[in-house]
């Protein structure tokens, strides 16, 4: 049975659009990865114990520290290349993304070399427009914004009616 995940993509309506937030993963194997290493703030769940939008809702606030409150829209689930399914919602919101504050893991660094080190989860976060996100959102995830994008009947991130 394939590892299932769950998170939520909170997004803002500014003046010139909308935009998504988006964390990036901590540790040394993404620290200087940028382009297609963000995600939603997730986790994994166990579906047999655990409701999904409960897991994503427990993730998100464990990864920014950030309460989600609201309406929160189904965008469906994912499968990423690890083969993780991956169940997220929608809800609109804010919150400053220099502020974030996220839960560590441990693990052997650097490898085989029986130290210990932890690092958070999420070592940032930040608002990217739709375009910018798309192209910053792991590529497994990038359904969820044209998802966002076909619920909120806003132009697709690089259509030719969407603002550049």
């Given at each position: ?32 990865k940028d382009a297609g290493a963000w995600s939603i703030p997730k986790g994994e769940f166990d579906s047999a114990s655990e409701n999904p939008l409960d897991a994503a809702w427990r993730e998100f606030e464990e990864e920014t520290g950030v309460v989600p409150t609201g309406e929160f829209l189904e965008l469906g689930s ?87």
């Open positions: 049975m394939p590892e299932t995940s769950a998170g939520l993509l909170m997004y803002r309506r500014r003046p010139d659009g909308v935009e998504v937030f988006l964390v990036h993963p901590g540790g040394p194997f993404w620290a200087k994912v499968r990423q290349r690890s083969g993780k399914i991956v169940s997220a919602w929608a809800f609109e919101g804010d919150c400053d993304a220099s502020a974030i504050r996220s839960n560590t893991f441990t693990i052997d660094w650097p490898p085989r070399s029986g130290k210990q080190q932890s690092f958070p989860e999420v070592d940032r976060a930040g608002w990217f427009d739709l375009q910018a996100a798309s192209e910053k959102i792991l590529v497994g995830q990038r359904g969820f914004i044209r998802k966002l994008v076909s619920l909120m009947d806003l132009d697709s991130p690089g259509s030719p009616d969407s603002s550049e």
